[in-house]
């Protein structure tokens, strides 16, 4: 059943796109799969929602009652609110490691890694993919906190602002899970990890209470957790928190860089 | 007929730790006609396809796909690649058409192009009806031909298929044998495939390599190598004289080849 050959290979190579390009056709590739998988199937929404509304409701209703937590002017609740959206957001990112580990059991990692596509952007694709997932995750949040009276911006560019920090900390964080897969290559083992890592990254953090009243070591902690600077950053953009914006986008922009770079080199681990 | 082979693989070696999975190996594929990879279990069929698709670099000896080489080339190699491996592989979370879609983009394929082609695969393999539906509704044979049409979608030039069959019914592996058989008439693209089944290889093959222990044991057309064994030889006696075990008894064979495919027939359920 031999017959003539396709048309010579050469039509298929000059249609290459320029690298970055491809780089944001593959995020956008990305984000659109992670649309349309959260389109079909809602249910993750909702019970993903639970949480970060029990943290407002009952700790943060009960904290602001007891003022124990000194935040100066700001009511304890509107200081809280932006705090739990970027904890909902970690907790999304971290475990995103899980699903290039499913991917890889299933086989579609090894259909993914001989596309034409380089190995740093489907892990950016991936982490940007995180990162619309956490969008959805923050909108919820932020309508549960206005229900509750906090007082929060409406300035559209303020709240996209907003989103382009959660973005870029679930970047992150779902590439420091995506690591973590490409070290543990199980997806039990991620998980254990996962839930030992989620609490002190979310503890050493400014998210529940301010960074100075924490003993200096837990201090020293807090300034190296890019969770500080995301939630710094939507103090500022939410509720009108002094903070300094070029060191809060800097240090998320070069974290979701390096988590980037990190997660590539070890996809190749993956795909054995 | 295009000068350079379609595949050709020179002094192939390749270990995982100290396991040695292909062992010096060399083989030509000419570019139309199909060409199907048997051995039993751990034979290097397998690590010799995802060398060949860019996934794992070579460690020793040259690979070339249309002259191109897999280890300075990879990009390229891979637009004329479409790879459907051992596993069933799709993204039950998006409807068939999406999945399609999705690879139809990490292929670049223009977005005036893209819907036309993501139906005209659709429709090739038989699933244009069941299309937008959830991908994890389909059946272990839809799911194959939606892989197939999902490898389709940048239209290769060499189409490669790890046990396409492995873990279907008798009447979805028809189907898939049917579908691979049409796509080679319609397109004319070279295919190398890796089989357990001597009946596959016998329909579907122009020519089959054996692979044993990582070595070439035995190459030709499936007549010549059943001829050359006597009259009235099967290509399953073939398979049982090179390689020394029956299809039964293959012990020799690797944990991760089970594993794969035991994880196939469960998603099959």
Redesign the interface.
């Known amino acids: 059943m031999s017959v003539a050959p396709a048309a010579p290979p050469s039509a298929w190579v000059d249609s290459r796109p320029r690298a970055a390009l491809r780089l944001f056709s593959r995020i956008g590739t990305f984000c659109l799969v992670e649309l349309q998988k959260l389109r079909h199937d809602r249910t993750e929404l909702i019970t993903r929602a639970i949480q970060p509304v029990l943290w407002l409701v009952i700790f943060g209703q009960t904290f602001s009652r007891i003022r124990a937590i000194p935040t100066g002017d700001v009511p304890y609740l509107d200081y809280l609110a932006p705090g739990i959206i970027a904890q909902s957001a970690l907790f999304v990112a971290i475990f995103y490691g899980i699903q290039i580990i499913w991917e890889r059991d299933a086989g579609i990692l090894t259909k993914l890694l001989v596309t034409p596509s380089p190995r740093s952007a489907l892990v950016a694709g991936k982490a940007f993919a995180a990162g619309v997932r956490t969008i959805s995750q923050a909108i919820v949040v932020l309508i549960v906190a206005a229900l509750l009276g906090v007082s929060l911006t409406w300035n559209p560019l303020k709240l996209l602002a907003m989103l382009a920090v959660v973005v870029l900390g679930a970047a992150f964080f779902s590439c420091l899970s995506m690591t973590i897969a490409g070290l543990v290559l199980r997806r039990d083992r991620l998980m254990g990890i996962g839930q030992a890592i989620t609490m002190p990254l979310f503890f050493a953090s400014n998210a529940l209470y301010p960074v100075d009243i924490m003993p200096g070591w837990l201090r020293a902690l807090s300034h190296a957790n890019p969770l500080t600077y995301e939630v710094s950053a939507l103090r500022g953009l939410l509720i009108g928190q002094p903070t300094n914006y070029l060191l809060d986008f800097t240090v998320l922009i070069a974290a979701a860089i390096a988590g980037i770079c990190a997660a590539s080199a070890l996809l190749g681990r993956l795909a054995r | 007929?295009?000068a350079e082979p379609?595949v050709s693989v020179a002094g192939l070696s390749h270990r995982?730790g100290d396991q040695l999975a292909v062992d010096g190996l060399d083989l030509t594929v000419?570019?139309?006609?199909?060409f199907g990879l048997l051995g039993p279990n751990g034979a290097g069929k397998t690590t010799t396809l995802?060398v060949l698709?860019?996934?794992?670099p070579p460690q020793s000896g040259t690979v070339r796909v249309?002259?191109?080489d897999v280890r300075t080339d990879a990009?390229?190699v891979?637009?004329?690649?479409g790879?459907v491996?051992?596993?069933?592989?799709?993204?039950g979370?998006?409807?068939g058409r999406?999945n399609v879609s999705?690879?139809a983009?990490?292929?670049?394929v223009?977005r005036r192009e893209r819907a036309a082609r993501v139906a005209e695969v659709l429709q090739i393999v038989d699933l244009t009806d069941a299309a937008d539906r959830?991908a994890s509704t389909y059946s272990g044979g839809m799911v194959r031909r939606l892989e197939l049409a999902?490898a389709l979608v940048?239209?290769p030039?060499l189409l490669v298929l790890d046990e396409p069959t492995v873990g279907l019914d008798p009447v979805a592996r028809d189907s898939v044998w049917a579908r691979v058989?049409e796509m080679?008439?319609r397109?004319?693209?070279?295919v190398l495939l890796t089989t357990h089944y001597m009946e596959e290889a016998d329909i579907l093959c122009?020519r089959v390599a054996l692979l044993h222990l990582g070595r070439l044991r035995a190459v030709g057309t499936p007549e010549e190598l059943k001829a050359a064994l006597g009259p009235g030889a099967s290509l399953e006696d073939v398979f049982r004289h090179h390689t020394g075990e029956s299809l039964e008894g293959q012990a020799k064979g690797g944990l991760r080849d089970v594993r794969g495919t035991r994880?196939t027939a469960q998603?099959l359920g």
């Open positions: 007929m295009s379609a995982f000419s570019p139309g006609e199909c995802r698709n860019t996934l794992y249309f002259g191109l990009m390229r891979r637009r004329m690649l790879y491996p051992q596993q069933l592989s799709i993204e979370a998006l409807t999406e999705w690879f983009r990490l292929f670049d223009p959830l999902q940048n239209r030039a058989q080679q008439e397109y004319g693209m070279t122009d994880r998603r």
